[in-house]
């Protein structure tokens, strides 16, 4: 592999990242992250996703006992939007969006984290995954369904309590538009992208970091950020409800796996963004859309040196230091339990 | 306007961006930022940005008074690269990139930002970055000469020395890339995007936050920053250098108005990355290309809570809270001298 300076391509997206794999050496003078002490207690009185506990707007949160979900308190999206547009001289262009945004919580234990969590709880969790996506999904209106979670006050979750969200949407946003984009077109010429994308990589085997029988977890080739990893079903599937029970158990497995390496790299919770993208719900089959799960964690070299996505690269591409291979490799070589 | 949740179009990339009106009453729990303590002395025997100090590797940064430019000691992009592509079936697709980095010391004076340097100062600043231009666009194999600043520890930048940087580039980056499709669209049906916005933006006036004879400052209709701000020359003109002496001077009138207004929103010394996009520099003449500014800020409320770009953002699209003309509003109301 290059040694220097290069780009590769994103095949999800069609977008480039830089890669500087002689960059490691630099001198970290910046913004040095507090590591967030990690003692929890199991119960929080003043965590509003703790069992029993009242939160904003008069609600109380019921005394749940695996996964509790319930409509965000403070929605970005609402479903009760009158149909608006507005096009100036095709300049100033808006359009009304309707969306519904729920809060999933993953456990009631406020001291666990989705790794920590015996293998049958994860597996609730993906159970509810599933039927929030049928749930969801069925609404006529919303044709995309964004299940994800930020970890740690560094990607700015606003309570520590084990919990993801939902963000349902009247259309198809940037991202998973590029990538519906990429993945049509390999469904044209026959094929999936990504089951093609995981066949290289098995065969390469410089970048899986884990796997079992049903995923695999690998640093994808065009990685932005220094950690990234993408979670594949072995075999097609287009969404969540598509999975047989083994494959739905294989899922919660690699999710403990994963994030227990991730735990393990600095010895610290390690804070992300995940997410899960799944074929849109528009009613079209996309059966050139292959499931996935995308990992974006922000730590560079250390509990608390992080990578920035400023300057450059908000203004031209994403850039990287470490490459995707040695990232692999040290994930690859941690315990997982 | 939209009262509830809609999506604006991004007229210079093409992508979307969320917004949600309703939500600024979200209580905040999460990340809180430090404050950094900004009393500096104008000379620092520690910073390697400072006149007469050691750098590393061994070079010595001179006694200069007004600017200084020297090559990136941890270039990202280095031009000594040997041409290489790689492409296994079409997934893994990768390319050797050649490039510049250097770094730019807008004063020698260690305790001054951009805005509070005299307005002759930012001048020979704006000299400096029209010369750099020049010279790294005049190299036949540079394509795009990509300048901005990192201001402030939450920005990434890793010394608070006034300065800047500038990445030239083989190719263009993705968001330029974005920036000359939608421009050469417009231009090829004769018009130019940026200057018929702004003539919408002029005659509207909403979002207008303060500007001078040759510039205007404005929050963009699609701003995806709480506080995001897009600098326009009001003459078209495709990069620095197609500027006379007044617009140049004009040019540095608005960075001081506009950077000190950002220092009085919240009185501390306002994060941002910002930086310039110029006209390709491949040779074409680009007459669709329109110089622009762009200022992207992460503060959303106070000194200390800033906009998260996570878990939605990252996988979807971009959301807000604050509303492109609230934000240019409370900017508008601020002082500037
Ligand atoms: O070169 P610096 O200032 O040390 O580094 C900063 O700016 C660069 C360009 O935007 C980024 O790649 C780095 O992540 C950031 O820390
Ligand atoms: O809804 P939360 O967890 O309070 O908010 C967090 O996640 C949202 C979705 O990614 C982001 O828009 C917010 O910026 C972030 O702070």
Chains 1, 2 share one sequence.
């Not at 729920?102 to 234990?109: A, I, K, Y």
């Not at 349902?168 to 094929?191: C, V």
């Not at 994308?197 to 994808?220: K, W």
């Amino acid at each position: 592999m290059f040694a220097a300076s290069h780009r590769r391509l994103n095949r999800l997206t069609g977008e480039w990242v830089l890669v500087s794999p002689h960059r490691t050496a630099r001198p970290w003078q910046g913004q040095v992250e507090e590591v967030a002490a990690d003692q929890r207690p199991a119960y929080d009185p003043a965590c509003y996703l703790c069992p029993g506990n009242g939160r904003a707007g008069g609600a109380r949160t019921p005394e749940y006992d695996s996964t509790y979900v319930f409509d965000n308190d403070f929605a970005a999206l609402t479903p009760d939007v009158a149909p608006e547009e507005d096009d100036r001289k095709g300049l100033l262009i808006a359009q009304s969006e309707r969306g519904i945004c729920r809060v999933v919580c993953f456990s009631p234990r406020h001291d666990l984290t989705l790794g920590q969590m015996p293998a049958e709880a994860i597996r609730t969790v993906v159970d509810t995954w599933v039927d929030q996506y049928l749930e969801l999904g069925s609404l006529d209106w919303v044709r995309h369904v964004q299940i994800f979670e930020n970890r740690g006050a560094m990607m700015g979750a606003s309570n520590p309590h084990p919990h993801g969200q939902i963000w349902a949407n009247e259309r198809l946003p940037n991202e998973p538009a590029k990538e519906l984009a990429q993945q049509r077109a390999r469904a044209d010429s026959g094929g999936c992208l990504l089951c093609d994308y995981l066949d290289v990589e098995l065969d390469d085997g410089e970048r899986i970091v884990t796997g079992n029988e049903h995923f695999t977890a690998l640093v994808p080739f065009w990685a932005v950020w220094p950690f990234e990893t993408l979670v594949l079903p072995r075999a097609h599937a287009g969404a969540l409800p598509d999975l047989g029970p083994d494959q739905r158990n294989g899922l919660a497995d690699i999710l403990r796996r994963l994030t227990r390496r991730y735990d393990r790299l600095f010895g610290v919770t390690f804070p992300y963004s995940m997410g899960l993208h799944q074929r849109p719900t528009d009613g079209d089959p996309h059966r050139g859309w292959h499931l996935h799960a995308h990992f974006y964690p922000p730590l560079l070299r250390s509990a608390t040196v992080r990578k920035f996505m400023v300057g450059y690269e908000l203004l031209g591409q994403p850039q990287r230091d470490i490459t995707p291979e040695t990232a692999a490799q040290r994930l690859r070589e941690l315990p997982e339990d």
